[in-house]
Structures are given as structure tokens and as C-alpha cells.
């Protein structure tokens, strides 16, 4: 690693309240709109340093954004910190092991995607102070990102409308730029009402609104053939309407996760659900309403950022893991399947290697490798304004997201390297859209011929409101 740039001295300076920071955050795993604590670390952090802050930004009580400087160009850096229920785990054990409690847990190490990107803006703010530079950088501590498509609704309100480049990151089995693919979704709850009856005595009476609901599964099972590739289909009960078998069923709500490549496709593949679902209806006899729950877009690309982050990622080389930290990631590694490792080489386009255990290298840029993916929300900031992401080794090769293992390692020494050293890649690619006007300029050029080619629709109805929380009084 070859450190050389200010900006990166200035990372390292200030890096442990970061990391001490996103262990806090780990200690105390909050689920989509309800991270009262975690906005209000990362709140107290923005003002010690000196940020001006405006709390419950576009109406998200858990959402914060903090402002550095005067004049020139708004460069975003994005950081998340909202956990998983069901992934509760032991800091550093390598074998399932969950804590006592509501059983959340960082399964997917948004406690370093918040803390690196506020590292990352806070260690820019320095750089311009001591330099006496125009340019703002701002920091926005996005909740919700696990389902809940909080950046979504702040694209919606605005939040980004006067930004030139928004950066971001997200933890990873390797480091490199990350390579704009992500489905555009949206979570829709389709409801039937039908009649309840005597299942015995007087079933010609009823109308059973778990049958249709299990024969919208039966349509959209047919339907899934006839998709355009990439697209995805997945659903889950919300209210199967009961538990007595003996009585026809009059309300049911199961939701669909409908997912596709882009947003005028995943608009006609809903309209395709729409139907199914209106069929099922008519089958049975009941009646089908419908609540749109959250969307996102797929993420837009941008290549002038995407290569001014890969300029830094080769300047600075990949981060320093030790033995300590590699027979550390070993344990971990021997949890996973051969097909867990060799998925995350795919994704990145790396030839496999068995024998590492920790990333020792730099991605090729926006590699075309196994392009399945899921969704983001950060999807619809890379349509508002440029965008560009990295990905920062922080795990064992081959750890899934969303899994024991990376809660695990979320507080681990290889952890804190990997999301300092991303805080450095952001850090100097924040300042290079700073200072250098023809970056900026062919970042907004291409940004505006791709909108132009497609333009952007909010892919959630303007009905459609966060479903935010109250803080609950303290007990
Ligand atoms: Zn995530």
C-alpha cells in the first residue's frame, strides 16, 4: 500500500473514533426506520467534527446529512447504518453463535459502510480546511437501506437535487470499483377479501381468499418462464388468514418481491403480476387491493468517476491484512462451501484462487463478471447524480452478505483495515471531483445522456410514504 497521498495520512490520523464508531454501531443492531441510536452516533460525530447538521432529513427521523464549506461543487459520501433481523452472532466467532436479545445483527456490515463513509467525508473536510479550498462535501446517514429504500424517498423530497456526485461503498470479499449492475425492484402487498364460512357445514358460502392467493402463486410460477432474463419473482405471507383450517379464509395479503434488470422493464413485468393477481381474483370470487411497500431503480453507471476511483485503488494499492488477520479469516473461511468462494470470485471476474483467505488485490475495473445481483437503493441517488461505489474487502473470501459469518467479522481487525483503507479510496476520489472541473464535467455529461436516453420515473407513487417510526421512550 503506497499511502502517499495527503488525503490518506489524514485517514489514518483520525481513523480510530471511526472504527470505534462502527463497533458501537455493531453493538447495537437496529432494523430499517428504527436506528434512533445509530443516527444519533453518527449525528454527535458529524457535529464534534465540526459539520453543519440537519437531522431528520425529507422526513426520516433516522436520517441525518452533515455539511462542509462554501461554494464550488456538493460531493455526497453515503454511508448506512441499518442491521438484519435474524442474523444475531458473536463478535469474532467462527461457528453459529447467536447473542441474547431481538436477534438483529450487522449481517451485511452497514456499521462500516456509515462509520467509513462519515471517515471519508470527515478526513475531506480537513483536507479543504487546511488547504482554504471552495467545494462542500456533505455526508448523508441513509436508514433503511434493507428493504426499506430510504434513498429513494429522500431522491424523491429532493435530498440530492443541488449535489454533483454522490460516493459510496459497500463491504466485500474483494476491493475494486464496483460494477453499476443492480435489479431495480419494488415490494407490492396484494390483498384478498373474501367470505368467511363454515368449512364443513357451509362451504358453497365461502370465498376463500388463501385460495386465491395461492392461485396468484400458481400464475406467477407459469409467468416466471416468460420473464426477460434477470428478472426475479419471490413472495412471502404477510397474513395466510389464520390458523383454523375449519373456517374459509376471508383475508389474506401476501407480498411480492418483484425484481428487474432496469425500471421501464420492471414497470411492465409489474402490470404482468397486476394481472395474475386480478385473475386469481376473479377465479375465487373475492376481491384484490393493492399497497405499494417500498421501490428502488437499478443503479446507473458512470464511467469517468468509475475510472477516477480505479486511478486511486491502483495508486493506493490493496489493503495491509497481516498473518493475524489472514489466520483469523482462515477460521471463517473453513465455514464456507467451495460454490460460497467461488461465487465471489465470479462476481468480481478474479481467477480463483483456493489458498487466499483475505483480499490481496485491486478488482479489474467494473469487471464483467457474474452479473446476477440484487438491489440497492442506491439506485436511485445514481440516477438523481453521479454516481460512483466501491467495494472494500472487509470479510473472509466467499463470505455471503447476509450471513453469521459477517456479523462475525464486523468488529475484526481485517474488518477496520478494509473499511479505512475504502475510506481512503472515497476520500481521494471525493477530492478529485473537487478539484478537477473536467472530472466533474464528463461525469454530468454522461449522466445527462444516459437520463436523456432514459429518463427517470420515481418508481414509488407519490402516495407512497416512509414508513417511519416514533423513537420509543426510554425504559
Ligand atoms: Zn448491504
Not at 31 to 45: C, I, K, Q, R
Not at 308 to 316: D, Y
Not at 320 to 335: N, Y
Request: hydrophobic share 40%; aromatic share 6%; net charge negative.
Amino acid at each position: 500500500m503506497r499511502n502517499s497521498h495527503e488525503i490518506w495520512g489524514r485517514v489514518d490520523a483520525i481513523s480510530p473514533d471511526f472504527t470505534d464508531l462502527s463497533d458501537r454501531i455493531w453493538d447495537k443492531p437496529e432494523l430499517a426506520y428504527d436506528e434512533f441510536s445509530a443516527v444519533t452516533e453518527h449525528s454527535a460525530m458529524l457535529k464534534a467534527q465540526g459539520f453543519r447538521v440537519t437531522e431528520g432529513i425529507a422526513g426520516i427521523p433516522t436520517a441525518v446529512m452533515g455539511e462542509y464549506g462554501e461554494d464550488g461543487p456538493v460531493i455526497a459520501i453515503l454511508g448506512e447504518y441499518d442491521a438484519l433481523p435474524g442474523l444475531s452472532q458473536a463478535a469474532g466467532l467462527a461457528r453459529p453463535s447467536p447473542l441474547p436479545g431481538p436477534g438483529t445483527g450487522h449481517g451485511c456490515g452497514h456499521n462500516l459502510l456509515g462509520a467509513s463513509a462519515l471517515l471519508a467525508a470527515t478526513a475531506v473536510k480537513d483536507y479543504l480546511k487546511a488547504h482554504g479550498l471552495k467545494g462542500r462535501i456533505r455526508y448523508y446517514g441513509c436508514p433503511a437501506e434493507e428493504g426499506g429504500a430510504a434513498k429513494t424517498f429522500l431522491v424523491r423530497e429532493g435530498a440530492f437535487t443541488d449535489v454533483d456526485a454522490a460516493i459510496s461503498w459497500h463491504p466485500s470479499s474483494f476491493s475494486g470499483v464496483n460494477a453499476p449492475f443492480s435489479l431495480a425492484n419494488t415490494r407490492i402487498d396484494f390483498t384478498f377479501e373474501g367470505k368467511a364460512a363454515h368449512a364443513a357445514a357451509a362451504p358453497h358460502l365461502g370465498r376463500s381468499a388463501l385460495d386465491a392467493a395461492e392461485l396468484m402463486n400458481v400464475g406467477a410460477n407459469y409467468l416466471r418462464e416468460h420473464m426477460p432474463q434477470g428478472a426475479r419473482l419471490h413472495y412471502a405471507y404477510i397474513d395466510a388468514g389464520g390458523t383454523a383450517p375449519n373456517v374459509v379464509q376471508s383475508n389474506v395479503t401476501i407480498r411480492y418481491l418483484i425484481r428487474s434488470e432496469t425500471l421501464p422493464e420492471l414497470m411492465e413485468l409489474v402490470e404482468r403480476v397486476r394481472k395474475i393477481a386480478t385473475g386469481a381474483a376473479m377465479m375465487t370470487e373475492t376481491h384484490v387491493s393493492e399497497k405499494v411497500v417500498s421501490a428502488v431503480s437499478n443503479l446507473m453507471g458512470n464511467s469517468p468517476l468509475e475510472a477516477a476511483m480505479h486511478r486511486n485503488f491502483e495508486n493506493l494499492g490493496p489493503p495491509q491484512f497481516d498473518d493475524a488477520d489472514r489466520k483469523v479469516a482462515a477460521e471463517f473461511v473453513a465455514t464456507l462451501t467451495k460454490e460460497d468462494k467461488l461465487a465471489a470470485y465470479r462476481r468480481m471476474g478474479i481467477p480463483y484462487d483456493p489458498d487466499a483467505v483475505l483480499c490481496d488485490l485491486i478488482a479489474p475495473p467494473c469487471a464483467e463478471g457474474d452479473m446476477s445481483a440484487g438491489s440497492t437503493d442506491v439506485g436511485d441517488v445514481s440516477w438523481a447524480v453521479p454516481t460512483v461505489q466501491a467495494r472494500g474487502a472487509t470479510c473472509a473470501i466467499g463470505t455471503p452478505l447476509h450471513s453469521w459469518q459477517m456479523t462475525a467479522q464486523g468488529k475484526t481487525a481485517h474488518a477496520h483495515k478494509g473499511m479505512i483503507h475504502t475510506a481512503k479510496i472515497m476520500a481521494a476520489t471525493a477530492l478529485d471531483a473537487l478539484t478537477d472541473d473536467m472530472l466533474l464535467e464528463q461525469a454530468r455529461a454522461e449522466h445527462a445522456a444516459r437520463l436523456a436516453e432514459t429518463p427517470y420515473i420515481c418508481p414509488l407513487p407519490a402516495t407512497v410514504k416512509p414508513p417511519v417510526r416514533r423513537k420509543q421512550a426510554a425504559t
